[in-house]
């Protein structure tokens, strides 16, 4: 008798924890979605107040010092002069209060209010929401450039399209990218180490790992052996995709991508969709990443193939942003340029 009084206090501590959990998580949205319309409506009054005046209220002026200075003696902290500056801008770049997603913190807006950039502000604010990023991952994905490495893989069209919705993942192109970034590895480019090695590194920091794959990648396994003819084959990493319903699989090659690579890669997807598939899985997704690739030799290689099978590249640093950002200007230049 006592054991069940024991087991039913258990279950009555744990459904009230789980009460409190969920009730502290609601009142912390609720406290974050007041915050934002705060921060909005001080905006909206700081610029306001500009167009009854001649003062405009940019970052440095007269008029956000003096604010920061008697704000902060009445309110505390939070009201620095660069917090104003955001405040004024949320407000300049969304009018509509209509038009702020309750899915965010001001701590992603601040974030986002920073990119200058029109599009490539639009795109970073739809993933947050389509993906829930936390602040420190958006910070993680500015840095590394994820807007432009998917853009400059589009055409103009795409481009717009990826800025107004984020990535919508409906075929196997919108989950690969080029290159993929490990600098959570922490190892230097030229460092020297085995694939081995690599993969046991990337299984190592398999979070990591995951967010830089993207959205829907699940883990099946390393070393995936497949067998033909008592001969034994060892696909690197498998993955299943949950939204496109199909396995990915993805092979590690140090140097250049060579077209035995590509060739052995074909092998395993048509495997795995003869060995593997059910009927509710659609075809396989194959990844070559490579250090380095040549982009004749891989369209040479892959163009009588029919399954879905890409070649990336991987870098072990952060990219330069303000390279990747030039070339998706140029392409955008150039779309124009054919349009008129």
Known sequence: MAKIKLSNYTILLQDIGSLLSAGRKQAFKVVDNILVKTYWEIGRRIVEHEQQGSEKAEYGSQLLKNLSKDLKLEYGKGFSKSNLYLMRLFYLKYEKFQTVSGKLTWSHYAEILIISDDLSRSFYEKQCINDTWSVRELKRQRQIGLFERIALSKDKAGVLDLAKNGQIIEQATDIVKDPYVFEFLHMPQEEMYSERELEKRLLDNLGHFLLELGKGFAFI??????????????VDLVFYHRILKCFVLIDLKLGKVHHQDIGQMNLYLNYFKEEENTSD???????????????ILVDYATGSISNQLFVSKYLMYIPDKKLLEDELRLLLMQENKEDE
Not at 221 to 234: A, C, D, E, V, W
Not at 282 to 293: C, E, F, R
């Open 281 to 295: 899985d659609n075809p396989p997704v194959g990844i070559v990443l490579a250090a380095d690739k040549d982009e």
């Open 221 to 234: 396994g390393s070393q995936y052996r497949i067998t033909l003819n008592n001969t034994h084959y060892y």
